[in-house]
């Protein structure tokens, strides 16, 4: 037999008794409804506004606890004039990207050389990118923090590997909370899920040392949201 | 020394280490602070935990069919699932993984189950390198120590020390400010994510319904080690399971709240697949390793399996007062704390732990601090009670029995009290020493003096 029926096996045997329901006092009936438990989620997590408006702030707020830079800009020029005050005050040389319509933009508007990570690319060249530009899934004004894929966000690598991540999102891009935001890459990708999904709150951090914050452990040190 | 009694001569040991308490104390200040403000943030907590224990209860309930789902969409995508029973097979898996590999340098994040099963040593032994790299990983295995807390692994350190561990293991430590020494960590771990030839890691979910492992983490090392390095490894225990991917909308705050006092950890990573057509990056092998390791066993006692509800937050560690003044490495065991004194007489042998679950005060701050709300102090409780009644302890036993006649008969009892009165000051005179037969009481606690007229002769004489 192979260890696959071994476990499921014992598994088997061990579930013949039933556990008591937490809270149940004892109770070993199965709950009622028919529903998921955490499918009233929404109604316990922190709270978010009705309005746009408020979600906005809300992320704003979010972002600025978790030492993120969160902008929204009125128009593409706006977007232009804030990154080239950051490749100037960063004196960036090299920035790493991905083929999309707003990060096409932004890269041309920089007019530094990109490595593009498309169609595969060196690890040891984008290592020495001052910036990652990328798009995103979702801001999520609940934590303050951005979705991002392997499909949606050039792969793997490239919103950790540089020292300054530049996420470039549209303002309909925002959702209220986790739930709207765990729905949402449902519809857009299931079942042909990307084979990353990685919820982005906030640039890297550790606290390994006395607990104290420390940014860029091995992630980026800056993260930058602008919205357009 | 059975582990009970090295528990016991550490637990003296490090109760009485003030310097040890402080550092403790100060690793865990801002902690409650910022864990309450958190939840006070919650619409309501209480139904998230509620809602977040009837999930892990459902997930546990039907862990075959759960883990049937979930291995299914994984193979679909192309990952190879491996199954575990013991720690044994689990280490042979990986290494045989590692050597059709020809690979020579692992970087691992973070994996608890990865202490579980001591991988290191094994792989070590066979010749590979293995380099942590999480921060408080790295710190511990620069020092060849296990980790000190399940979440906070290098928590018993001050930064002094960690600085002189840094100068000594890698020659490099310009300060001892946190901010320093964290970057002399990000300096010598970057090239060898780039160079590792397999990355390893851990897993805090698996979704059964899309088939995914979800990884949670700060530091962003877990994601570079699922990113750069050609094969990936993943080990998980069977009881991470959750239903759905929905689920975690609810989990991933839950568990950052109750882990550190945040609202989401950094980096929550679903990885459904190596990298997949059309796609950039990524390992092009995945491999991902279910681990049994007794779990079953657990399983298999209904009273305590919502025990294998533990998400792993560390959070009964954090507010427990034992875990407070004994330290993370008294317990001897991977998981410390009350989570740590339930599971590992499960895992390990209740006559050998049983030690653990009298390590308590039953005060229950455990229990109510669990964000999966586990019934841990009672289980400390049934844990006593299972070990007692498999192997009775002898004098014990018959210490109640006399007490229960002597209880029982006022006559007895009265000859007792009058006993106590007249012997009681020569007790002082042995008072904690070796001639003392309740010294382990005694030596640091004092019984109030016994009154010459007790409330009987009082009630009998009044007016």
């Known amino acids: ?228 | 020394m059975s582990s009970a009694s090295k528990f016991k001569s550490l637990a003296t040991e490090k109760s009485g280490d003030l310097r040890h308490r402080q550092v403790i104390r100060t690793a865990l200040r801002g902690y409650e602070i910022v864990r309450d403000k958190r939840k006070a943030a919650f619409q309501s907590w209480e139904s998230a935990r509620q809602a977040a224990a009837e999930t892990k209860w459902e997930a546990v309930n039907h862990l075959d069919k759960h883990l049937e789902s979930l291995v299914a969409k994984l193979e679909s995508r192309g990952t190879k699932v491996h199954w575990a029973s013991t720690a044994a097979q689990a280490r042979e898996i990986i290494a045989q993984i590692l050597r059709d590999k020809k690979a020579r340098s692992i970087i691992k994040s973070k994996a608890m189950t990865s202490e579980e099963i001591h991988l290191n040593h094994a792989l070590e032994k066979e010749g590979f390198t293995v380099v942590e790299s999480d921060l408080g990983e790295f710190i511990v295995q620069l020092r060849h120590e296990p980790p000190y807390h399940i979440v906070f692994p290098s928590m018993h350190l001050t930064r002094g020390e960690i600085k002189d561990l840094f100068q000594k293991e890698l020659g490099d430590a310009p300060s001892d400010s946190p901010e320093d020494l964290t970057m002399v960590a990000r300096r010598v771990m970057r090239q060898k994510y780039i160079t590792a030839d397999v990355g390893f890691t851990g897993a805090n979910f698996a979704i059964a319904e899309t088939g995914m492992i979800s990884i949670t983490e700060n530091e962003g090392n877990a994601r570079l080690t699922a990113a750069l390095p050609k094969t990936m490894v993943t080990l998980i225990g069977i009881e991470k399971v959750l239903p759905r991917f929905a689920d975690l909308a609810l989990f991933l705050p839950m568990l950052a709240t109750a882990g550190a006092g945040q609202p989401m950890t950094c980096y929550n990573t679903m990885y459904c697949g190596p990298r997949q057509p059309g796609e950039c990056d990524g390992p092009e092998e995945w491999h991902v390793v279910l681990l049994d390791n007794r779990r079953t066993e657990l399983l298999a006692d209904a009273e305590q399996r919502d025990a294998l509800h533990c998400i792993r937050c560390g959070a009964c560690l954090n507010v427990c007062p034992i875990f407070r003044n004994v330290g993370g490495h008294t317990y001897g065991t991977t998981y410390s704390g009350p989570v740590g004194a339930v599971i590992t007489p499960h895992l390990r042998g209740l006559q050998e732990w049983k030690h653990l679950s009298n390590a308590s005060s039953l005060c229950g701050a455990c229990t109510e601090a669990c964000p999966v709300k586990i019934d841990l102090h009672h289980h400390l409780l049934q844990n006593r009670r299972n070990a007692s009644a498999a192997q009775p302890a002898f004098f014990e036993k018959l210490a109640y029995q006399i007490f229960g006649i002597v209880a029982n008969e006022p006559r007895f009892w009265s000859l007792a009290k009058k006993i106590g009165w007249l012997t009681q000051p020569l007790h002082s005179a042995i008072k904690g020493s070796v001639l003392d037969p309740a010294r382990s009481w005694t030596k640091t606690r004092d019984l109030p003096p016994m009154p010459r007229e007790t409330f009987k002769d009082w009630w009998r004489n009044r007016k």
Request: proline letters at 6%.
């Open chain 1, 1 to 228: 037999m192979s260890e696959r029926e071994n476990i499921l096996g014992r598994i088997r045997e061990a579930l013949v008794v039933s556990a008591p329901l937490p809270g149940s006092h004892g109770d070993t009936t199965a709950h009622a409804t028919a529903e998921p438990p955490a499918s009233h989620a929404r109604e316990w997590l922190p709270s978010v506004g009705a309005s746009v408006t408020e979600q906005f702030e809300l992320f704003a707020k979010n972002a600025a606890d978790l030492k993120a830079d969160f902008q929204v800009l009125a128009s593409r020029d706006e977007l232009k004039t804030v990154l080239a005050k950051l490749r100037d005050a960063e004196k960036w040389q090299r920035i790493a990207s991905h083929d999309g319509e707003l990060s096409n933009f932004a890269c041309k508007s920089l007019g530094l050389p990109v490595t593009l990570t498309d169609r595969g690319y060196e690890v040891q060249e984008m290592e020495k990118c001052d910036a990652a530009i990328t798009e995103c899934d979702a801001l999520i004004a609940q934590t303050g923090g951005v979705a991002v894929t392997s499909r949606s966000a050039g792969g793997r690598a490239l919103s950790v590997l540089p020292p300054h991540h530049v996420v470039i999102a549209r303002r309909e891009q925002l959702v209220a909370d986790l739930p709207s935001a765990f729905a949402l890459l449902q519809q857009k990708y299931a079942p042909d899920f990307p084979s990353m999904i990685s919820f982005i709150t906030g640039p890297s951090r550790t606290g390994d040392i006395e607990r104290i914050l420390v940014l860029g452990a091995h992630g980026p040190k800056k993260l930058t949201v602008l919205c357009v």
